[in-house]
């Protein structure tokens, strides 16, 4: 069974201009997450969708950052205008239904903002 | 405001010996806890977890000790392997809201052959 597809893998891009990361969860997995990985603060949740609906969004930084999951199979972050300090390596990770804990992570994408 | 603390950034231990990492929280809501580990360019994979009803949950070489009263668990690894080289991340969990996880900054094992 194919895991989580993150895409691109790595995305190197210059101050101001707009980043979309892509994300393909697990198939009938109906919970989907977006973290961003920093030293100083781990593993951040952004936002969290179920059953395509985003739930909570008090995560993401600013209102540069927006996701969307117009389908149970993609989801989208988008950071416009992208900023230096927005460079981080950001996870998506989904959730089967039911009362269950654990998540499964994609590779990551690596975003470098020069 | 940091939840779930690891306070140790990274540990050096000999193979063959015990590997313990610590992991402290916050919120006494808490009832469920994970260790994800991570190898570089991947995305954490689940290890190992606890429920607060437990003190302690064995897996093979992973054991996580659970301390409620402190608010602190443990990851051992014994024996530790050169394989178990990776980012170690405590996630926790509260039993209100969707079971979304808290996770901390990482601490950095190398198992020095």
């Known amino acids: 069974d194919a895991g989580v597809i993150q895409s691109p893998r790595h995305e190197v891009t210059e101050m101001g201009q707009e980043v979309t990361l892509r994300c393909k969860p697990i198939s009938g997995h109906n919970s989907l997450f977006w973290y961003r990985q920093t030293m100083m603060r781990g593993l951040e949740l952004l936002i969290y969708f179920n059953n395509n609906v985003p739930i909570d969004d008090s995560g993401m930084p600013e209102d540069r950052f927006s996701a969307k999951m117009p389908n149970a199979s993609f989801s989208t972050l988008k950071i416009q205008p992208s900023e230096p300090r927005d460079s981080a390596v950001y996870f998506c990770a989904s959730r089967p239904e039911g009362r269950t804990y654990e998540q499964y992570f994609g590779p990551g994408t690596r975003l470098t903002v020069t | 405001d940091q939840q779930v603390k690891q306070n140790s950034p990274s540990l050096s231990v000999q193979e063959g010996r015990i590997s313990i990492l610590n992991c402290d929280y916050t919120?006494?809501?808490?009832?469920?806890f994970l260790w994800y580990k991570k190898y570089p360019a991947e995305g954490p994979t689940f290890l190992i977890s606890i429920s607060s009803i437990k003190d302690k949950n064995e897996d093979g070489r992973f054991t996580v000790f659970l301390n409620k009263s402190a608010k602190h668990l443990s990851l051992h690894i014994v024996p530790s392997q050169p394989g178990d080289s990776a980012v170690y991340f405590c996630?926790?969990?509260?039993?209100?809201?969707?079971?979304?996880?808290?996770f901390g900054t990482g601490t950095r094992l190398t198992v020095i052959p």
């Open positions: 996630a926790a969990s509260a039993p209100t809201g969707a079971n979304n996880l808290f």
């Open positions: 919120n006494s809501m808490f009832d469920y």
